[in-house]
């Protein structure tokens, strides 16, 4: 018999041998741990703490929410940084949030051309402003594609990301 038929053979009932005692313990005999993906000092880690930490107090309110407190409309957020720097801070966003930023690097020889590129510019904040009031209904989409004339925006131009 060559080694690796009798490591094969002799494999199952070695372990089986060794999980019988734990097989006979009461469940559960110690406290249960979760592991979960998210970072310490992540997004969910913060917000368990800031609205837990005293649950019979009134829950705090984000610091971002305090700055948008006693205003209206969407908000935008447009970055010469990746989408997901201003991601962030979505979760404490209290209404629309519409994030514009510059998924790449390389593809242009001046800040504003990569702007241009990456529909971070001027322009496109602006129709992107816009196009949230107007999915808000608070200005006809007329006037959004008044703006994407105006500025010379390719409207049917494929996501810089995706090129």
């Known amino acids: 018999m060559t080694f690796s038929r009798l490591f094969c053979a002799l494999l199952p009932p070695f372990c ?30 913060i917000l368990a703490r800031t609205f837990d930490e005293y649950p019979t107090e009134a829950p705090k309110q984000p610091y971002v929410a305090q700055l948008l407190q006693g205003t209206e409309g969407p908000i935008i957020a447009a970055t010469d940084y990746m989408r997901t720097f201003a991601e962030q801070i979505r979760a404490y966003v209290p209404r629309r949030y519409v994030v514009l930023g510059t998924d790449g690097y390389g593809r242009s020889d001046t800040r504003e051309k990569l702007r241009r590129f990456f529909e971070v510019d001027r322009f496109h904040v602006a129709v992107a402003a816009l196009k949230a009031l107007a999915d808000e ?14 500025y010379g925006i390719e409207a049917n131009r494929p996501a810089p990301w995706t090129v």
Do not use: M
């Open 16 to 45: 089986l041998g060794i999980a019988s005692p734990s097989l006979a313990q009461d469940y559960p005999t110690r406290p249960i741990r979760f592991i979960t993906a998210a970072a310490q000092g992540g997004t969910s880690d």
């Open 137 to 150: 209904g608070a200005l006809p989409a007329t006037k959004v594609a008044e703006a994407i004339q105006k």
